[in-house]
């Protein structure tokens, strides 16, 4: 009988089959060890001004007390951030989640229906809110149970002199305020002030307590909140840790934190990682400034950075890559989407190190499986499943399949959530009694227990018969020197069902349709070449960069019908 788990006996070396995930109670204590043990060190930086970890101890504290002592607010009530990366984040981030609170993550650029549904799914009862978004708030606040509201600025933690920083600060996020009337509500700076000289709540919190409502689903249907509790989190963390080694140094670290916090990838493997190692975040507040995102990183002394296939692709684009120092970088992980073999290569040929792709959900915390990080190039799979993780890959009833073939991605482990909030028939499509985790992946192992993601279930187009997966389609693809960014979509055709649609960004503007054509004649077998060809300037993305397919079908579906 074939090992159910052959991952374990190609773990890398020191790397243990699972973990103790009682070392901490929550994120709370994670986060407290680590500013007791490196209260001079950097904790996050942004726009060139540091909070160290003494100063995110004490500024997160008032949060807390303020949230405890004014509003009395505590376990089980949900504070609502709606903020990008600004060091107001992670002070209202631990302030919440050391007054025992529930944090739910908004994405800033939510219009008011978005918001509406997730404040009013949630039931939050305060929201922290970056003013130039205020006016999208007040639109929607009527039609929630929001009662206090935080308003801060860019402004706010950057200091003085403040001009040119505001200024510069601005340009990232949106040149105007828009005008918004908000009554009742408190400045950030006013609720730190008045925090200060209030005792901190001391909260008793364990495993079982609910630190997220982090909300996924939004482009395949109504967002939900997947329960995320301190337990999932610090095991995740835990997980990753171990993966890690002694790779990296407690205190020394710098990690590049382009990804936005309010999203599940950055903020387990950016903010709560670096309170276990006690390391910085270094914020970029607009990663699609990539001219002062490489100014950035010149001036930083960064150990390890986290992505997605856009973003390290956008950054090896650029001309002024090629002079920032990589000499120190120990790690770069990509996830969130598949990576594809042009842009991982690339990588290492510029910065001289591996381009590690890990895989997760946001249901599991988010990490999965990641690749032994002593890879030496691109392996075109997501990796092996971490520490106490089992995976299992299923057919469409519920079976195992064979060994060698594909079959949907199930997860069990302590990183699994807790449910989806409010919505137990939507829990029960994905999550079984067992503790199994439907990810709505089709994957393959080998022998190794190496994974290989094949597709989404839905994304898969059906020519003739035949499945073609756009992963493979649009990894081919992207190899082209003339392609910049690529994705494939099914089409309908009335000879074969469907056929496979490309939506290409050119990198190089004399590329055709004819020669990419004979390109893809070359290198993918007659019923995965693509029929259609549409050149965009751009591809539709989520907030963290990833292609959406989901769009490019929609509007397919919008021309079919007019």
């Known amino acids: 009988?074939?090992?159910?788990?052959?991952?374990?006996?190609?773990?890398?070396?020191?790397?243990?089959?699972?973990?103790?995930?009682?070392?901490?109670?929550?994120?709370?204590?994670?986060?407290?060890?680590?500013?007791?043990?490196?209260?001079?060190?950097?904790?996050?930086?942004?726009?060139?001004?540091?909070?160290?970890?003494?100063?995110?101890?004490?500024?997160?504290?008032?949060?807390?007390?303020?949230?405890?002592?004014?509003?009395?607010?505590?376990?089980?009530?949900?504070?609502?951030?709606?903020?990008?990366?600004?060091?107001?984040?992670?002070?209202?981030?631990?302030?919440a989640l050391r007054a025992g609170l529930t944090v739910v993550n908004v994405n800033p650029l939510y219009t008011a229906r978005e918001l509406q549904h997730q404040l009013e799914d949630s039931g939050a009862r305060t929201i922290v809110v970056l003013e130039n978004f205020a006016a999208t708030l007040q639109e929607s606040l009527g039609k929630t149970r929001v009662e206090h509201v935080i308003v801060t600025s860019i402004g706010d933690q950057l200091g003085f002199p403040k001009g040119p920083l505001i200024s510069f600060a601005v340009k990232h996020i949106k040149k105007m305020v828009p005008t918004w009337s908000l009554p009742g509500h408190l400045r950030f700076g006013d609720v730190?002030?008045?925090?200060?000289?209030?005792?901190?709540?001391?909260?008793?919190?364990?495993?079982?307590?609910?630190?997220?409502?982090?909300?996924?689903?939004?482009?395949?249907?109504?967002?939900?909140?997947?329960?995320?509790?301190?337990?999932?989190?610090?095991?995740?963390?835990?997980?990753?840790?171990?993966?890690?080694?002694?790779?990296?140094?407690?205190g020394e670290e710098h990690i590049i934190t382009a990804l936005p916090l309010y999203h599940i990838f950055s903020l387990t493997v950016n903010a709560i990682l670096m309170a276990y190692f006690g390391g910085e975040n270094v914020l970029i507040t607009n990663p699609r400034d990539i001219p002062a995102f490489i100014k950035t990183l010149k001036k930083s002394r960064w150990t390890a950075i986290t992505g997605v296939n856009t973003l390290y692709n956008a950054l090896l684009n650029h001309p002024d890559f090629g002079s920032v120092d990589c000499s120190q970088v120990k790690f770069a992980l990509a996830g969130g989407m598949a990576v594809q073999r042009a842009v991982a290569?690339?990588?290492?040929?510029?910065?001289?190190?591996?381009?590690?792709?890990?895989?997760?959900?946001?249901?599991?915390?988010?990490?999965?499986?990641?690749?032994?990080?002593?890879?030496?190039?691109?392996?075109?799979?997501?990796?092996?499943?971490?520490?106490?993780?089992?995976?299992?890959?299923?057919?469409?009833?519920?079976?195992?399949?064979?060994?060698?073939?594909?079959?949907?991605?199930?997860?069990?482990?302590?990183?699994?959530?807790?449910?989806?909030w409010n919505r137990p028939e939507e829990t029960a499509k994905v999550l079984d009694a067992g503790g199994w985790l439907r990810t709505g992946d089709i994957a393959r192992m080998d022998d190794h227990g190496m994974l290989y993601i094949v597709d989404r279930k839905k994304d898969m187009i059906l020519v003739s018969g035949f499945n073609v997966y756009p992963n493979e389609i649009e990894d081919v693809v992207a190899q082209h020197p003339g392609v910049l960014e690529v994705a494939a979509i099914g089409v309908p055709d009335e000879h074969s069902g469907e056929v496979v649609k490309l939506f290409v960004v050119k990198?190089?503007?004399?590329?055709?349709?004819?020669?990419?054509?004979?390109?893809?004649?070359?290198?993918?077998?007659?019923?995965?070449?693509?029929?259609?060809?549409?050149?965009?300037?751009?591809?539709?993305?989520?907030?963290?960069?990833?292609?959406?397919?989901?769009?490019?079908?929609?509007?397919?579906?919008?021309?079919?019908?007019?």
């Open 1 to 95: 009988m074939a090992d159910p788990r052959p991952w374990l006996a190609h773990y890398p070396p020191g790397v243990p089959a699972a973990i103790d995930a009682g070392k901490f109670a929550s994120i709370v204590a994670m986060f407290e060890r680590s500013c007791a043990q490196h209260p001079q060190r950097p904790a996050y930086s942004s726009f060139g001004k540091v909070l160290s970890w003494a100063d995110l101890d004490r500024q997160s504290a008032a949060f807390a007390a303020f949230l405890a002592g004014e509003w009395k607010l505590g376990k089980g009530d949900r504070l609502a951030i709606m903020l990008p990366n600004l060091l107001q984040y992670p002070i209202a981030l631990f302030g």
């Open 192 to 250: 730190l002030r008045r925090g200060t000289g209030m005792p901190a709540p001391k909260v008793q919190l364990g495993h079982g307590d609910t630190a997220f409502l982090q909300y996924t689903g939004g482009t395949t249907g109504v967002a939900k909140g997947a329960m995320l509790s301190h337990g999932n989190m610090v095991t995740n963390t835990l997980q990753l840790a171990a993966w890690v080694g002694d790779l990296f140094t407690q």
């Open 345 to 420: 290569e690339r990588w290492k040929q510029a910065t001289g190190i591996p381009l590690i792709e890990g895989y997760g959900l946001t249901e599991t915390s988010p990490v999965v499986t990641a690749n032994p990080l002593d890879i030496k190039d691109y392996t075109g799979s997501i990796g092996m499943p971490l520490p106490s993780t089992d995976v299992a890959l299923r057919d469409d009833d519920g079976r195992d399949v064979a060994p060698g073939e594909s079959g949907e991605l199930c997860v069990r482990g302590p990183q699994v959530m807790q449910g989806y």
């Open 507 to 562: 990198k190089d503007p004399a590329l055709t349709e004819d020669a990419l054509k004979r390109y893809c004649h070359d290198e993918l077998t007659g019923y995965k070449r693509p029929k259609y060809i549409e050149f965009r300037s751009e591809l539709p993305k989520s907030n963290v960069g990833k292609i959406l397919r989901r769009a490019l079908r929609d509007e397919e579906k919008q021309r079919a019908t007019h």
